[in-house]
């Protein structure tokens, strides 16, 4: 596609809850990251995936966080058992260079 | 590791003013330099980089900034904003792993 889509663009969940988070990144580019801006802590990084080597998944913050990416191109982020501090837009970004990286405009999760 | 500090949270500034908006950060390795512009409900858009070369950076939409490694620095600036520049921007620096750490924000909102 034209750009990096993310969905849905806004997800509210009940604490406890799982959710899954979906990245399409353009098509070709080998890298993709998960990234969350929240209030507090602004913009973190959370996950690395470049073509088939294992992902760098030191940002995320805990082991209820997994993501996967399959077939090289679509990703999906999961959140196990959702807790309140878990609110936030998570940012999904893809690039074919180093440092080239194309933003979606995010996933807004609220957990109530 | 590295880190990001944004001087100003928030930069009021009149319409055809000039703007200047202040990073520095620290690292103890080479870094790549980054700005972003983030436009409400949008992702992150980049306006430039640095890595390597020219210290003096051209970006989009009139923007420039000028590297200084002595000082640490990485300033934007826009002799004559326009409405349409009020956003919050974030200023990013990576060294060799990809990863992004970004400094907290500094919003703009320029008034007529």
């Known amino acids: 596609g034209a750009g990096v889509s993310q969905s849905p663009s806004n997800k509210v969940t009940e604490k406890g809850k799982d959710v899954e988070l979906r990245c399409d990144p353009i098509?070709?580019?080998?890298?993709l990251y998960w990234y969350r801006q929240s209030l507090g802590q602004g913009l973190e990084f959370l996950i690395y995936f470049q073509g088939n080597s294992a992902p760098d998944k030191s940002g995320l913050p805990s082991d209820r966080f997994s993501a996967e990416r399959t077939g090289g191109s679509v990703s999906t982020l999961t959140i196990q058992r959702t807790q309140q501090e878990d609110s936030a837009v998570y940012l999904c970004?893809?690039?074919?260079?180093?440092?080239?990286?194309?933003f979606g405009s995010g996933t807004r999760l609220t957990v109530v | 590791a590295q880190s990001v500090t944004q001087l100003d949270s928030q930069v009021p500034v009149f319409e055809e003013a000039p703007v200047e908006l202040r990073c520095n950060y620290s690292s103890s390795v080479s870094v790549y330099l980054f700005w972003y512009v983030q436009y409400p409900n949008q992702g992150l858009q980049l306006l430039l980089k640095y890595l390597s070369g020219s210290t003096l950076v051209k970006g989009i939409n009139g923007f420039e900034a000028e590297f200084n490694k002595s000082q640490t620095s990485f300033h934007l600036r826009k002799p004559s904003v326009h409405i349409s520049d009020t956003a919050e921007y974030f200023c990013?620096?990576?060294?060799?792993?990809?990863?992004?750490?970004f400094g907290a924000g500094t919003t703009v909102t320029v008034r007529a």
């Open positions: 098509s070709g580019h080998t890298a």
């Open positions: 990013a620096v990576s060294s060799n792993d990809y990863k992004l750490s």
């Open positions: 970004a893809s690039s074919l260079t180093p440092y080239g990286y194309t």
